[in-house]
């Protein structure tokens, strides 16, 4: 059945497609700032509860961190987790909040919210970089105790189907409305490799982008009909488009499925290997649905930003055991990749995160982080021998490869004599995300065990183009010629050192980009799990040959409009 709506449509309002499919529902209007909380007034007689609350979130929270410090051998984290206990302790807060309590009458939550924040302000005051460096262990318990205080849980329930409407959204947000039931998102800001899309994308919610001042123009509860396909949505629309809507939606769902066997080669029986983009539990479903062969890329970053804080080594441990139980073949863990786009909370600001802090020029400065996490990783690749490979994020100098390799020979040692079994072969890999890597990339690879091209990040640095900024989304073109260009380099540079390269970013997963990529010699794509059937389709109905051709001729060419034309006229030519 062919339906669609368009410009003439009654109430619709078009915007960018970034996950195709087709939802309808009742739209919920997302707050955006929801770590701030605003003042709630409260009644005489609620004064004593309110305290009462407090006292009880306090104990808990003791009790949790001394649970965490328990099953922790590291003793620096256990001395920075009895700091946060001082700290919770400290009679000044307790002060401080039942002052707000009583003689403001306001809000346990708004209490602590207003205490934290103010304790905060004075350390980013201070200059000193050692207490900046724990503001963001200061908002993690001012977040946790806001969340234990609070009466209602932070989390606002949704109705079913819901179509998400904000300006933007964490993908930990996404992923918990996605469990309560959303269907759907629409959203203001964003660019299509911003986090939430990718997210949107791997959980199959239809997603569009650039909707302007939607939020303005939608209210909750408004009746929603989302097209991803055809990039817009009906507000409130007629039973007629509604019907037809909801018998295309029919049609659609069959469809999607993939119905392809564990044979991954060309035509011409050229082996290649497509696997699965993963960084949340709740997309391990779609892995195996899609028949990914492994996890090339599991980021790693929504235990540090989820509601709850999991970044202690038992939690992190049932994390990476969940992606190894769950999915056959081998898992590539990242690092943390913490900073440009991927931190809710940063301790201060940079004029330019995405060339900042970032990555692992984050994770040599923070040690216990990284030893927390390599712990975790390592006694899990032990645990699994021959599965787990490591990947480091924003790598841009050489000298930052010795220095990782430092900490993990480190800390392998330190596992070893505890009597905790490692894997001596543990692959270690580095992101190709900055050009100075592809550009050097003989040098890189040659101390590495594989090199894994992260063409989100490359393409925004290449193209000098902030991903997830909708002002200059065009310009966001990660097949342009230029960054294959800067692709086909890192193959030559990895081939010379004999290291093999992936690639994980967005590009793996575009039909045009997966082809050029396969042509320019890669044959391990990692892409969100759904986009697998598609490149399965197209990379095994083609000959090596027909991939080499295309890639030699995009290379040369001038724009990424000239190859998406010559893309079209090859897949006619070669189908
Ligand atoms: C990339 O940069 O292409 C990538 C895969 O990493 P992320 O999207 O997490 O920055
Ligand atoms: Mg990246």
Redesign the pocket.
Known sequence: MSVSFDENTENFIKARSAAGGISIGPAVVIKTDSKKISPTAISEEEIESNKEKFCAARDLLIHELQKMRGGLQDKSTSEIIEAQQQIIKDPEIEKSVFEIIEKKSLSVDFAVYETFSYFIEQLKESGSELFRQRIIDLENIRDQYVSKVCDHDVEVSIPDNAILIGSKISPTELVSFYEQGASGLVLEKGGI?SHAV?IAKSLGIPCLINAEKITKKIKSGDSIILDGNEGGIVVNPSEKILNDYAEKIKGVKVSVRSDHTNEFETMDGYPFKLMANVEFEAELPRVAENNAQGIG?L?TESLLFGKKLRKDIEDQEAFYTAMLENVSGPVTIRLF?IGGDKNARRPYKEANPFLGWRGIRLLLDEKNLLRSQLKAILTIAGKYPGRVKLLVPMVSVVNEIDLIRGEIEKMQGTLLSSGIPIDEDLPIGI?V?VPSVALSSFHFAKKVDFLSI?????TQYTLAVDRGNEKIHNLFQHYHPSVLKLISMTVKGAKKADVNVSV??ELAGDEVGAACLMGLGINELSMVPNSLPEIYDLLSSRNRNNLVELANKAVDLSSSEELEELFREWKDQTA
Request: overall charge negative; charged content about 30%.
């Open positions: 490799t990718i890329l980021r990749d992101m995300e992260g063409s989100n990040d490359l994980c970013g």
